[in-house]
Nanobody, 124 residues
Framework: QVQLVESGGGLGQTGGSLRLSCAASGRTFRSDAMGWFRQAPGKEREFVASINWVGTATYYADSVKGRFTISRDNSKNTVYLQMNNLKPEDTARYYC?????????????????WGQGTQVTVSS
C-alpha cells in the first residue's frame, strides 16, 4: 500500500498561485497514476487533475483547465499541482490519490489510496 501526504495548502488570493505537493511512500509510486481531487464544504468530492504513471498523459477538469498543472517527479516520489489564477471557487480541501493501473482517470472509484488532504482557501 502506498502512503500519501499532501502539503502546500494555505491562503491564496484571487489571481494568485499556490503549489501543492504530495509525497508518496510504500508501494512502488512509479507504477501508479496519481490524481488530485477536491471537496468544498457541503459539496461532493470532485476530480481536479490526473497524470499517468510515466507522466505522459494528463487530464483536467474543465473548471481548472488552463490554470492548473499536474506534474510528477518519480525520482522524488512526489506529485505536484501548480495552481495559477486562483479563484474563490477553488476553495476546498485538496486530496491526492493513487491509481494502481497507472493510467489515471477522472473517477474517484479508480483510486485506492488517499491522503489526508490539505486545505486551500482563496480570498476574493
Amino acid at each position: 500500500q502506498v502512503q500519501l501526504v499532501e502539503s502546500g495548502g494555505g491562503l491564496g488570493q484571487t489571481g494568485g498561485s499556490l503549489r501543492l505537493s504530495c509525497a508518496a511512500s510504500g508501494r512502488t509510486f512509479r507504477s501508479d497514476a496519481m490524481g488530485w481531487f477536491r471537496q468544498a464544504p457541503g459539496k461532493e468530492r470532485e476530480f481536479v487533475a490526473s497524470i499517468n504513471w510515466v507522466g505522459t498523459a494528463t487530464y483536467y477538469a474543465d473548471s481548472v483547465k488552463g490554470r492548473f498543472t499536474i506534474s510528477r517527479d518519480n525520482s522524488k516520489n512526489t506529485v505536484y499541482l501548480q495552481m495559477n489564477n486562483l479563484k474563490p471557487e477553488d476553495t476546498a480541501r485538496y486530496y491526492c490519490a493513487a491509481e494502481p493501473s497507472g493510467l489515471g482517470g477522472t473517477s474517484s472509484g479508480l483510486y485506492d489510496t488517499w491522503g489526508q488532504g490539505t486545505q486551500v482557501t482563496v480570498s476574493s
